[in-house]
């Protein structure tokens, strides 16, 4: 199970990109036929289930994070240099999700 810290920085530091703005020219990119916006919305969804269940995601869940992931990881080359590092920073951050998240909610 994750300790608070664990959690609490990557709550954080999701709170910091959703500061940061939408990279100019890539509201309409499209990945395997998935738009770029909701695909970052799908991976904050994610994100923010794991944060507000104390780290707990189910199986589908995580199946489809990892998904989610690695279409975005694909498109990595496609972009400006600013996209590729906005993006880049929410694959991180969906990767250590997945890297940390367990079955067992437990709400705070």
Known sequence: ???PPELTEIHEKYEAFLGKPFPLGHRSHSIRGKNLALLQSEIGGY????TSTNGSLGTRQRSALAESLDIMREG???FTEEGKAYFEELIDLGA?????AH???SFS
């Open 103 to 105: 079955d067992t909610p």
């Open 96 to 100: 250590r999700v997945l890297a940390t």
């Open 1 to 3: 199970m994750l300790t």
């Open 76 to 78: 990595i080359p496609d």
């Open 47 to 50: 994100i923010l289930t794991y």
